[in-house]
């Protein structure tokens, strides 16, 4: 078994959706995600249908230092430093085991 940090569908959401409220929480400790740049670019151009390879990744993570007002200081996964980004940016994260994958 492996894991994998993520985001959770139900914190996708925006506000005026059906299942807004439903998801998780920024806290300090946890983790949040940031949308990288090209995010909707990956999202049209990635065939998840017929693709034999895992899809590219659509946000940068980060670990929850401290959340103050509307300013949380995140530290981020792939090493690049810390920072302190509004709370606005990020989405809550959540660090799921994966037990197996299904290739089709």
């Not at 806290?27 to 949040?32: H, Q, V």
């Not at 993570?61 to 300013?71: L, V």
Request: charged share 30%.
């Amino acid at each position: 078994m492996t894991s994998e940090t993520r985001v959770n569908v139900l914190d996708t959401t925006n506000e005026g959706d059906e299942w807004h409220g439903y998801g998780g929480e920024l806290e300090t400790g946890g983790l949040a995600a940031r949308e990288k740049d090209n995010f909707t670019e990956i999202e049209t151009e990635f065939d998840l249908v017929h693709a034999h390879a895992a899809p590219p990744q659509q946000y940068d993570f980060a670990e929850i230092i401290d959340i103050s007002g509307d300013t949380a200081t995140v530290r981020w996964q792939d090493g690049s430093g810390i920072e302190e980004i509004n709370t606005s940016d990020l989405r809550p994260a959540e660090q799921d085991i994966v037990s197996g994958r299904i290739d089709l």
